[in-house]
């Protein structure tokens, strides 16, 4: 069996590795070894930057960041109260006099002397002179005298230093920053950090039958919806996209394509076109002008696919049925944008099947799943659509948490059975 059509041109080859590269191209591989074969495409990373850590969200860090202060800075109250000394309120209740207020921000170290206090708000520096913070609540609240009508010594006092000391790197290299990272970063005293560069990614869909945004359909013509969902999922990811307009079924509007693209992208993204049908234009022309490699990917859907090199710039091609395509970016593409920006890849986890469903014969199947909890408290996963797994099916996409990832051995799934999930996002 073949993976090219019949009148597909293929470049002239010669050479001792000629007869190896023409069965490369015509073999069936598993999803784990054609993966292998994407992520030798891209080096570990596109560069690095430095960023105003207002500018940092979603970026993945190059470079550990260390605090520039101790957290916290210095000995503060917990609690609105009264900062007093332990061995002032060991017999209680007691009465004690206010000598100061220290508000949140103030410098004031008023000293506090057997049988006083200080009137102690949250996060105000504790007088050097106390070692406890008696909360407002278990007082009578009294400004000028207060009565303390519980006490346990020591309680209530935050150390400098507790959370981190100066010099402990508080965020580490490889780490996407969240709003908890970056709230990390700027508590340590940072104002800029160094980013990994996000990957340009340029994406288009081909096919005669799309239509752009908004233009009325005649028949045989289908809106063109691919384009925006790579964008939308490599935008998530990290990258900078290039998003093109359906390119039609002819190999030189999308050589054209090709030619803008590819000296200012990292990677390039492609769908439709890949299988071995007479009209798939893409196989046809990187096969022909660049050496494209396509594959028979054992995996339901998305099983055409393939990748060539475009003046030096890797070509990812993926199917063009909306499912398959987006599916394909989560478990093929997205690795190869994860490794541009050296960061690790989403956890993937186990759930129960809630419900049965039949599994293609010899190939992994990628299932759109929602996921929900069942009376017993487990994690449950449901086919989002009474027909799977279907190339063609965009609805599936829109109510899914996950992808339900169901080896190639297993030719049923029963309600019940561990699933294998990883989630969108």
């Known amino acids: 069996m073949t993976d090219h059509h019949a009148g597909a041109p293929v470049p002239e080859q010669s050479g001792p590795g000629a007869e190896v590269a023409q069965t490369l191209r015509r073999v069936r591989l598993t999803a784990a070894d054609y993966l292998d074969e994407l992520l030798a495409l891209v080096p570990s990373g596109p560069g690095v930057e430095r960023v105003p850590i207002d500018e940092a969200a979603g970026r993945v860090l190059a470079a550990d960041v260390a605090a520039a202060v101790s957290n916290p800075a210095f000995t503060n109250a917990a609690m609105d109260g009264y900062a007093v000394r332990a061995a002032d309120v ?101 104002t800029s950090v160094t980013v990994r560069r996000r990957p340009v ?45 359906p390119v039609p079924d002819r190999p030189e509007p999308l050589a054209g394509w090709l030619d803008e693209v590819a000296p200012s992208a990292d990677l390039i993204v492609v769908t439709g076109g890949a299988s071995v049908g007479a009209y798939d234009v893409v196989r046809d022309l990187l096969t022909a002008r660049a050496g494209g490699v396509f594959r028979q990917v054992l995996v339901q859907p998305g099983k055409p696919q393939g990748w060539a090199h475009w003046a030096g710039t890797p070509v990812i091609a993926l199917p063009g049925n909306p499912l398959s395509a987006s599916l394909c970016y989560e478990f093929f593409v997205r690795p190869v944008v994860e490794r541009l920006l050296q960061v690790a890849g ?17 190939r992994m199947q990628l299932l759109p799943v929602r996921l929900g909890s069942g009376p017993d408290g487990r994690l449950l996963a449901r086919p989002v659509h009474t027909r799977g797994s279907a190339s063609h099916l965009t609805s599936a996409l829109g109510g899914a948490d996950a992808i339900g990832i169901v080896p190639a051995e297993v030719d049923r799934v029963v309600a019940g059975d561990l699933l294998r999930v990883r989630l969108f996002g």
């Open 90 to 190: 060991t017999n209680l209740p007691v009465r004690l006099r206010v000598v100061a207020d220290v508000p949140a921000g103030s410098s004031a170290d008023p000293r506090i002397g057997a049988g006083e206090c200080v009137r102690i708000m949250t996060g105000a520096p504790l007088p050097t002179t106390a070692d406890t913070v008696v909360p407002v609540e278990d007082t009578d609240g009294g400004l000028a005298e207060v009565e303390i009508r519980a006490a346990e010594a020591g309680r209530h006092v935050r150390h400098a230093g507790e959370d981190y000391p100066a010099g402990q790197v508080v965020a580490a290299a490889g780490v996407r920053i969240t709003p908890g990272v970056l709230g990390a970063v700027a508590a340590a005293g940072a």
């Open 201 to 245: 990614v340029a994406v288009c869909a081909t096919g005669d039958e799309l239509v752009a945004d908004g233009a009325a359909l005649v028949r045989g013509q289908l809106y063109e919806s691919n384009s925006h969902v790579l964008a939308a999922a490599l935008r998530r990811d990290g990258a900078q996209v290039v998003r093109g307009g």
């Open 346 to 362: 989403p956890a993937e986890f186990t759930a129960v099947a809630a419900a049965d469903w039949g599994c293609p014969p010899g």
